[in-house]
């Protein structure tokens, strides 16, 4: 049985914890006494409730301590790991590399050797603005530098006047944030969101590669011997500036000027990283004479790389080294460098040149890291991704064709037929853009800067044409025409295509989609890369947003299999790519247990999944938590892809889950289906006042449209968080278990019960909709459903609701046999430290709800906006 239970702090950690929760509750209340005496008298006697007349400044502190304790909480989950290393080994700490490999049996050990020895271990996370972190950049800074002033009281060597120091730096961090402000008053440009995404790498994820690279090398040295290959497993992604799926907003220009801007950014870090270098490499060629070879190719860097190779030996004699080293940071600098490939050569020469002269200590802590930085994240930080929506290509698709005559219908059989003969061709008639629409213009001058970019000295730049909302074959094939319209040419086009299978009905639909594609010669040679893999993406939002989360958690895994045994037959192997989001209704579980719930046989090897808005904030705003998370995510892939590819199908189990996906999803559609359903979601959630809060440039509807159909799933569950119904996350759960087990008697019981001990992702379903059953909060949702004009349509929806989750509640204590959350001690103890001055956000937003929609005052929207930023700090994330 796969044990979930939490793990108790160590008696040290819960001493510790106490003493920095007082040290930065204690700034905190100093800073409210200076800038809002009432609200900290109000803090200090617990007041329950707040005086409207103050809530803007109530809000306010109630956002900086939920932030506050959220700093707290890493720094301790940190410090925790570092203490179990400090006292035992790294095999002791949880999610680390040496874990993975001491916790291994022989059969699995030889299977990740394996993986590690052909370098088929390959993470990608993805970084998005969807939805972007609501905190500005300049707070993320302020949250940054509190964090590390509490790593630097961990140290106990301060004097009392250098600790008294640090608790004044603390408080003025905290008065910092008071006085900037958590909201942002204008909606982001996509240049802040592109320069809030490579703020992570400035930050932290840069300096977080190189500790990732040292504990793998530790890790396999240890358990495989020194000399064992170790190539890079590490590649990131970005969505930002490269994903105009219903943001009209990011243009060709746009997704250039993201490119420049990464690229930019990583030549300024690789020109400091190597000046620091220069300064270090004083060896002098008279102390420690070069062998020949070194020599020679050192010399060759100088006299290829640098401006001026005469005055850089000049101003450097007798120290080749540091010539070398200055020449190669000059070459940087200027753009000199074709490919990757040649700076990392050069590099490479530097490190055999200081291990030639037996200096493998300066080769290892200075060029080393180096290099490492530079496999990972070459000189565009990340491959930006470019992601449209399938019905932008069919229009553009039916636009190009109506400007040389007659278009078919699309989709139509004539539709199909013209695609895959046009395919087929060798030679295709030139569109000048002009005579195509500004829509369908802007897309093929995306696809002509895709060929620029695929076909220039960084091919990685751009990463591949994500197709959302993918459902047929069709919608593939006529991005691959559009593509050789756009100049890819003919019999292999080196742009890959993603197809991302959101809804439910798509994700049964998938492997006869992707058959179909691959009857099509270009778009198999096209689809499938060097190693025989094809790259699915899977939409986890969308899916629940339309069949609810049992029913979307099943499909997820059981599309998975389904797609891996299809391409079996054709010799391939899937790499899936998880749109994963913060919360549980948009696939937020826990890293390592979410990894082990992927059914067996659809790792292989590599992972890509996204990183989203909060969660990147929450995972990589900081060096230690980044390299932490990084190795979690590395390390689980390892763990997972080197158990047995296949395990024997237990017709019960599958029996169980399709029998409880199925009556989930009905529970939970007729709900939605219910006709007063729309009314009640738009009136007792803030759902369309969240474009008052400035949280991104994307619009909250995809095409305009005011229909559930169309709504984005981050608003769906932002809305269901905000009211505290959470019914995204758990709502048809208790139905299907109580069906089930009216139907099949104590036999069912005891199947659900066997499930649960036995099934990773049976398992996991279970402690989500726990956790989300915690969260859910009836007693102020039903302050929200009060905001309903239709009282009788209000009734009906609300005491569905609370029938539902009592029948949930019920279902898991007869699953676990004890009481909701009690398994969960430590999210329970978070959840509640935070419950009472959430109630009183809560009743400040229903409040606000009321006199905005019967007055829109403009002081009342920005209170609005503040609850819901102060309500989401509160949860832990926007949804």
């Known amino acids: 049985m796969q044990a979930a239970a939490e793990t108790a702090p160590s008696a040290d950690a819960t001493v510790y914890a106490a003493e920095v929760h007082a040290r930065l509750r204690s700034a905190w209340l100093r800073v409210l006494r200076r800038r809002a005496p009432a609200v900290a008298r109000a803090v200090e006697s617990g007041a329950e409730r707040w005086d409207e007349t103050a809530y803007a400044e109530h809000l306010q502190a109630a956002t900086i301590w939920f932030h506050l304790q959220q700093i707290m909480d890493e720094n301790l989950a940190i410090r925790e790991a570092r203490q179990a290393e400090r ?11 040496a874990r993975a490999l001491a916790d291994a049996d022989p059969d699995t050990r030889r299977e990740m050797r ?6 088929k271990l390959s993470v990608g ?15 993320m800074e302020i949250h940054r530098r509190i964090y590390r002033h509490l790593v630097q009281f961990e140290s106990r060597r301060w004097s009392p006047q250098e600790e008294t120091r640090l608790e004044q730096r603390l408080e003025m961090e905290i008065d910092l944030l008071w006085l900037t402000g958590e909201l942002r008053m204008e909606r982001p440009t996509l240049a802040a969101e592109i320069d809030w995404g490579l703020q992570f790498y400035r930050t932290s994820l840069i300096a977080a590669v190189p500790r ?13 011997g020194a000399g064992f290959p170790g190539t890079a497993c590490l590649k990131f992604h970005s969505w930002i500036g490269g994903d105009r799926d219903g943001n009209p907003n990011v243009t060709a220009e746009v997704t250039r000027m993201a490119l420049e801007r990464s690229r930019d950014m990583m030549r300024g870090v690789y020109v400091a990283a190597l000046d620091e270098i220069v300064q270090r490499l004083s060896l002098s060629d008279r102390l420690v004479p070069v062998p020949p070879a070194e020599r020679a190719a050192l010399e060759r860097i100088v006299t290829r790389r640098a401006d001026d190779p005469a005055a850089c030996a000049q101003r450097n004699p007798n120290e080749l080294f540091r010539q070398a080293a200055a020449a190669i940071a000059q070459a940087v600098a200027a753009g000199r460098y074709a490919h990757v490939a040649d700076f990392i050569a050069d590099l490479e020469t530097l490190d055999r040149g200081l291990q030639a002269i037996d200096a493998g200590l300066l080769a290892d802590l200075l060029v080393r890291p180096l290099i490492w930085q530079v496999n990972v994240f070459g000189f565009r930080a990340h491959t930006l991704d470019i992601r449209q929506n399938s019905e932008v290509v069919t229009r553009t698709l039916r636009d190009l064709w109506q400007a040389t005559g007659e278009a078919p219908e699309p ?7 013209r695609l895959r003969a046009e395919l087929g061709k060798p030679d295709l008639p ?8 500004p829509e369908a213009a802007e897309l093929m001058a995306l696809l002509e800067l895709m060929r620029e970019i695929r076909s220039g000295a960084d091919p990685q730049a751009i990463g591949p044409f994500i197709l959302s909302m993918t459902r047929s074959a069709d919608d593939l094939l006529a991005v691959y025409l559009l593509a050789r319209y756009a100049g890819f040419g003919a019999e292999r086009l080196p742009l890959k295509v993603v197809p991302l299978f959101e809804t439910i009905e798509d994700l049964r639909a998938a492997p006869a989609v992707l058959r179909d594609v691959l009857e099509v010669p270009v778009a198999a040679r096209s689809l499938r890369d060097g190693s025989g893999q094809i790259e699915i993406m899977l939409g986890y939002s969308d899916s629940n947003k339309d069949g609810g989360f049992v029913c979307s958690t099943w499909s997820l895994d059981r599309a998975q299999r389904a797609i891996t045994r299809a391409l079996a037959r054709s010799g391939l192997k899937p790499v899936f790519f998880h749109g994963r989001g913060g919360s549980v209704s948009r696939g937020g579980a826990p890293t390592e247990r979410a990894i082990a719930a992927q059914p067996r046989g659809t790792l292989n090897g590599a992972l890509r999944l996204t990183e989203q808005g909060e969660v990147v904030t929450a995972r990589y705003a900081n060096t230690g938590t980044a390299a932490a998370q990084l190795e979690l995510l590395a390390s689980s892939v390892l763990r997972h892809s080197a158990q047995p590819a296949f395990e024997a199908v237990d017709p019960e189990a599958e029996d169980v889950m399709e029998t409880l996906s199925s009556l989930s999803q009905t529970r939970y559609q007729t709900l939605l289906q219910h006709p007063a359903f729309l009314d009640y979601f738009n009136q007792a959630s803030p759902v369309n006042e969240l474009a008052l809060l400035r949280i991104g440039s994307r619009p909250a509807r995809r095409f305009g449209a005011q229909s559930l159909s169309d709504l984005r799933a981050i608003p769906w569950v932002f809305a269901w968080s905000q009211n505290r119904h959470m019914i995204s996350s758990w709502y048809g759960f208790g139905s299907a278990v109580e069906d089930f087990c009216t139907v099949r008697g104590e036999r069912g019981s005891a199947q659900l019960r066997k499930l649960f001990d036995r099934m990773p992702l049976f398992r996991l ?4 909709v726990e956790k989300s059953l915690v969260l859910a909060r009836l007693d102020i949702a039903e302050d929200y459903a009060a905001l309903v004009d239709d009282r009788a349509g209000a009734e009906a929806i609300f005491s569905r609701i609370g029938a539902e989750h009592g029948r949930s509640c019920k279902a898991i204590e007869m699953l676990t046999g004890q009481g909701i959350g009690v398994r969960f001690p430590n999210f329970l103890t978070r959840v509640a430290r935070n419950d009472g001055t959430l109630r009183a956000a809560h009743a400040a937003q229903i409040g606000l709800l009321g006199a905005l929609r019967a007055d829109p005052a403009q002081d009342r929207r920005i209170r609005l906006m503040q609850t819901m930023n102060c309500i989401s700090a509160g949860l832990g994330w926007t949804g």
């Open 87 to 97: 006292s035992g080994a790294a095999r002791d700490v949880p999610g680390s590399f």
């Open 114 to 119: 394996r993986l590690l020895a052909e370098a």
């Open 125 to 139: 996370p993805t970084i998005t603005a969807h939805p972007t972190e609501a905190k500005r950049v300049s707070v």
């Open 212 to 224: 990732l690279y040292e504990r793998y090398r530790s890790a396999i040295e240890a358990e495989f």
């Open 411 to 417: 989709l139509s059989p004539a539709w199909s037929a």
């Open 430 to 437: 030139y569109v000048a853009r002009e005579r195509l629409g």
């Open 765 to 768: 379903i279970v402690d989500e």
